[in-house]
């Protein structure tokens, strides 16, 4: 197995782990920034370093379309590319299709689904998901999978997940038989200038892991099925999907702890596209390992930032003149240097530097908030806000 | 006098110097980002801390409109207001006044004028571009001239010269009534909250210092006789300005070398709004002490890069699979660190982090080249590329 999942500390549900991916560990229960298409939004990679990131989401429909499989294969996968040394995870694909494509045509061979950007007609499967996943290169991939749309009736939230756990077993055998050509190894190295992006060389023995996705949309019942069927494929990770697609907040939440119980206790739970600051902090108290959202990345550029005193819309008007940091109990670089006035201006002004800024602070919050929900399961203590 | 300037060694007509302002030291010539609106684009403060900038230049106009002068005044002034602990330079308002408004109207008064953004109607004059500068607090501000057009006819030239020498007058005699009323006080301080925006004290018993400015078009007579009635008149520094109009650039060169002649040699000497990393060389070997120009910051938001093996656009499809640096010989955290690939794709995805990165890069190529200049003066050797 090439992922190995230690759990060190539990508080009720809640688990504090450790989870060893080729490119470093991560300590969990993680949150994962989102870097769309080779970059979290405005974020240099030093300063995502700097945060404490252990672990950065990337898309495989983005990094599809933009720069392509065969561009991040010669450049020898993502991490190389976009220079980042640590741990990255890449979604299906699956997931972007389903929200940015109201015309795509699903039948059990896979998606057809035109480019958002110009209208040209592709094809999703789990084996060319697979194949795009091995090309980019993250540690941790996901199988490809239907994220069966909310409202749905039982039928089609039955038939959905059996799809779902038949193109698991597709992902599954696809990567088995091509895993070996992620392209980590080391005359690719070579064959690329070493020096933007130097990495250590410790994981030439180590490859991807894949994780499965178990579906079934809002009932019980079905969630139950399509874990049980997903374990019997068998991954070294489980990931509850399907969510965040408009269900209210307390389904969410639901969904989550009935579906969990039927997860293997020794490997790690990813609940995906998951959430506010207190929702991932109630999610890793419900036991869940794994979290990404584009919430701080994408509130952040429209100004509304997370603080330990509740949400500030840094746009408003009573803020011009307030000379005081933005979180007075945030240690965070933007928070030390720079007054809620500024922002206010810089989002006013339409400054690139407030993206920059707002999303620096957004995510040192998320990141802050998961490492203390840590401490608290190893002092025994549950965190809540 | 508040400003002092030492020449510490000549090359040529080069001059190696060091100018103290009430924000610390800059060594001369200096190159100055331009950080329109209490921003270097996209650049944080740290990282113009870092790439060596020691002095930034900001907008009157820009920032009278945005966030305005009675938000500057009580945020103690554009270096809180920005957490810039380092020198600030303003123009006057006169050069944007000229350049983003084609309705403008000019008496011997002032110029009334409309805002860009959202057309409603303001006035400045030598007297109220003197209130917000001082309201803005910058360590140099220059004095409010009009900016001939070109082409412009004989008469034009020297009419307008002779109402800019006139508004010299008018606002020396303004800010030396006023400059006491500058927002760095001790009791402003402690008035907001110190946290975000600490900065030395040591600046309480010195003041801003004001700048004349050269004009007279491309007439070497006029601007002869523009030199000689701003000395008149006496500032501690003088600017040429009135150039990067839409001249040919031989021409450019021309008027700064014939203006050096009639400007004092013991004061610094600013030519305003140039120019491409050969010029500002050039220009320094002339003898000028100061530089501005948007072109890096400008140039790197439209993916056109600064290298020392010339230029690089950034955008074109021969560096999409391009591992190389953007620099091999630049020592900028950009170079370092990310390939040639990951920037082109990074503005191809019209992503932010390309404007943050590319903007970086150019700075570090101006501020570096600059750097090596003072050197070679230091040396007794002319540089050039």
Redesign the interface.
């Known amino acids: 197995m090439s992922l190995q999942f230690k759990i060190e500390a539990t508080c009720g549900n809640a688990r504090g782990g450790r989870l060893f991916t080729p490119h470093g560990e991560i300590e969990t229960p993680i949150f994962m920034p989102v870097g769309t ?3 979290v ?6 300063i995502l370093e700097e945060l404490g990131a252990q672990i950065i989401l990337g898309n495989t429909y983005h990094l599809y379309l ?2 392509g499989i065969d ?1 991040m294969r ?3 996968g993502l991490h ?4 980042w040394r640590r741990a990255i995870l890449t979604d299906s694909g699956g997931f972007q299709v389903f929200s940015l494509n109201e015309l795509r045509k699903v039948n059990e061979e896979g998606v057809t689904f035109r480019s958002h950007l110009d209208g040209s007609s592709h094809f999703f499967s789990p084996e060319s998901s697979m194949e795009a996943q091995i090309g980019i290169g993250a540690d941790i991939i996901m199988a490809f999978d239907e994220c069966t749309e909310f409202p749905a009736d039982r039928a089609r939230m039955k038939s959905s997940m059996e799809m779902t756990a038949r193109w698991a077993a597709r992902s599954k055998k696809y990567f088995e038989d091509h895993k070996h050509e992620v392209p980590w190894d080391s005359s690719q190295h070579s064959a ?2 070493s ?3 130097q990495l250590p060389a410790t994981f030439h023995d180590q490859t991807q892991s894949l994780f499965g996705i178990v579906q079934g949309g809002m009932d019980p019942e079905l969630r139950k099925e399509s874990a049980e069927r997903t374990i019997e494929v068998g991954f070294p990770g489980y990931a509850i999907g399907g969510l965040s697609v408009g269900e209210p907040r307390d389904l969410t939440r639901d969904v989550i702890e009935s579906t969990l119980e039927h997860l293997p206790a020794d490997k790690p739970r990813y609940v995906m596209g998951v959430g506010t600051p207190q929702e991932i902090v109630e999610y890793a108290n419900l036991g869940v390992d794994m979290m990404d959202c584009v919430l701080p990345t994408r509130a952040a550029r429209h100004g509304l930032l997370f603080t330990s005193e509740g949400k500030v819309s840094i746009k408003q008007a009573r803020y ?2 307030d ?3 933005l979180d ?1 109990n945030c240690g965070c ?1 933007v ?5 809620r ?2 922002l206010r ?2 989002y ?2 339409n ?3 407030a ?3 707002n999303t620096i602070h957004n995510l040192s919050f998320y990141l802050d908030t998961m490492r203390r929900v840590r401490h608290s399961i190893r002092l025994g203590e549950e965190f809540s806000f």
Chains 1, 2 share one sequence.
């Open positions: 298409l080779a970059s939004k405005g974020v240099p990679q030093d933009r720069p561009t010669r450049m020898g190389r590319f976009m220079s690329v200038s020096r933007p992006t011009a003149q000379a005081g940091p007075p670089r928070c030390q240097r720079y007054s006035a500024y201006h810089l006013a002004s400054e690139v530097l993206q920059v800024l």
